[in-house]
């Protein structure tokens, strides 16, 4: 009978100690602070690398700029605009998924091409790969002196 009221008593308690341990954790919770498994990363973003820059002599204010933008697995693009340049993407390793505003979401692979017509927002572009890159050769004609591209304010 003692044994019984005992092991009673210790099962009390470790409720207790339990509950109280629960209420402490969620006091953490309103504190401001998100819990560890709610917390989320973002994706690896793309690099762009120029190769060549130069005005184009028989085009007056215009500039052909080529760059290779690269894109770690998993990589994925903030939505972004390239101004008013017309922008030319071939793809030179792996896969990519693209959409320009307006229209469906495209899948290119290796050798596949696009055009972007000047004032498009480029809302996706993300390498479908969790584990291998992918790499894209960009040419841009734009307006001598503009940035070639420029994301959109984070929401």
């Not at 998100?34 to 990363?41: F, G, L």
């Not at 696009?114 to 480029?122: C, Q």
């Not at 809302?123 to 790499?135: F, H, I, W």
Request: with cysteine; hydrophobic share 40%; net charge positive.
């Amino acid at each position: 009978m003692i044994r019984v009221r005992f092991a009673r008593s210790l099962l009390v308690y470790g409720l207790a100690a339990s509950a109280g341990a629960c209420a402490a954790s969620g006091a953490e919770q309103t504190s401001g602070r998100a819990p560890i498994a709610a917390m989320t990363t973002r994706p690896p973003a793309e690099t762009l690398t120029p190769l060549l820059e130069k005005a184009l002599p028989n085009v007056k204010g215009k500039t052909f700029t080529s760059a290779i933008a690269a894109f770690p697995p998993a990589a994925r693009a903030v939505p972004h605009r390239h101004g008013s340049a017309f922008v030319y993407a071939y793809v030179l390793e792996g896969t990519l998924r693209s959409q320009i505003g307006g229209e469906p979401v495209r899948t290119y692979r290796q050798g596949e091409s696009w055009v972007e017509p000047p004032g498009a927002h480029h809302v996706l572009t993300e390498n479908t790969s969790t584990s291998k890159p992918a790499k894209l050769l960009v040419v841009f004609i734009s307006d001598t002196g503009a940035e070639i591209k420029t994301d959109d304010p984070p929401r």
